[in-house]
C-alpha cells in the first residue's frame, strides 16, 4: 500500500471527512460507501456578468465503486444525489469525483 492508499483510507475513515452513504448504481445492488462531500461555489463569465452557482461535489473510492456513470446516485441522509456528467478519477486512480443534483 501506497502513501497515498493509506492517506486516502484515513480521509475516508474518519468520521469528521466523510459520511455514510449508499450507493444506488443503474446496474446492480445497492452498497453502503463512505462519501466525502463537497459544495464549492462555481463561477462563470456571462457577457460582463459573473455568475455564481452553487454546485454539489462527491468524491469515493474507486475500491468502493469500480465503474461510476452518469445516473448512478448516492443516498446521504436523507437526500438522494445523481451523478450528472462524467465522474473523473484523481491523478492516482483512488478515489472518483462525481458532479451531483439534488433527485
Do not use: H
Not at 466523510?18 to 463569465?45: C, H, I, S, W
Request: overall charge negative; glycine content about 4%.
Amino acid at each position: 500500500m501506497t502513501a497515498f492508499e493509506s492517506a486516502i483510507k484515513a480521509i475516508f475513515a474518519d468520521l469528521n471527512m466523510a459520511k455514510d452513504a449508499t450507493y444506488v448504481p443503474l446496474q446492480g445492488e445497492n452498497r453502503p460507501v463512505r462519501v466525502v462531500m463537497r459544495a464549492p461555489d462555481v463561477f462563470a463569465n456571462v457577457g460582463r456578468s459573473l455568475i455564481e452557482t452553487p454546485s454539489a461535489v462527491l468524491e469515493v473510492q474507486v475500491s468502493d465503486c469500480p465503474v461510476l456513470v452518469p445516473g448512478d446516485s448516492f443516498i446521504v441522509g436523507a437526500v438522494t444525489y445523481t451523478v450528472q456528467g462524467e465522474p473523473r478519477r484523481d491523478s492516482e486512480q483512488l478515489t472518483w469525483q462525481a458532479d451531483l443534483y439534488a433527485a
